[in-house]
């Protein structure tokens, strides 16, 4: 529809398990009607993607409890351009073997800085996520198009 808005998932993934996250999410965000979803490697993503979208789900493996470095690549691409994808609607994710919830914490703090509108929680897998982690995924991935269908923000 002309009338869909978009969701861009961008995620780094050492082992596979971040990137099933990443499909979780896409699938309830599918589940919502007048919502798209591109899903990438954040190695991917050029700024006109991120700008385009009507809001984000960022994903990234636990790299010594921070986030890998391919995303934070991303972000700094993404600096340049704040002003455009300030206050829309982001969901964070994250996977490993420990020092998951400090990836999410680091992927937070810098994500802060773009002003974002939080669908809150993020979600955090130990391991290859199972049918629990990835219905957790499913339904947040569903909030985030909620989110994204009832919120309104200014492009400046």
Not at 41 to 59: I, L, M, Q, T, W
Not at 76 to 93: A, I
Request: charged share 25%; no cysteine; hydrophobic share 40%.
């Amino acid at each position: 529809m002309a009338n869909d808005k978009k969701i861009l998932i961008a995620y780094a993934s050492r082992t596979g398990s971040t990137e099933k996250l990443a499909q979780a999410i896409a699938d309830g965000i599918r589940k919502v009607g007048d919502v798209s979803v591109d899903v990438k490697r954040a190695k991917d993503v050029k700024p006109e993607d991120a700008v385009s979208a009507d809001g984000y789900a960022f994903g990234s493996h636990s790299a010594f409890e921070y986030m890998g470095g391919e995303l934070k690549l991303l972000f700094e691409e993404l600096y340049n351009v704040r002003n455009k994808v300030s206050g829309k609607p982001v969901l964070l994710f994250t996977s490993g073997h420990g020092g998951q919830v400090a990836a999410l914490e680091s992927m937070d703090r810098v994500v802060g800085v773009f002003n974002p509108h939080w669908v809150k929680p993020g979600v955090a897998v130990e391991g290859m996520p199972g049918e629990a982690d990835r219905a957790k995924a499913m339904e947040m991935g569903a909030k985030l198009a909620d989110a994204v269908k009832k919120y309104k923000y200014i492009i400046v």
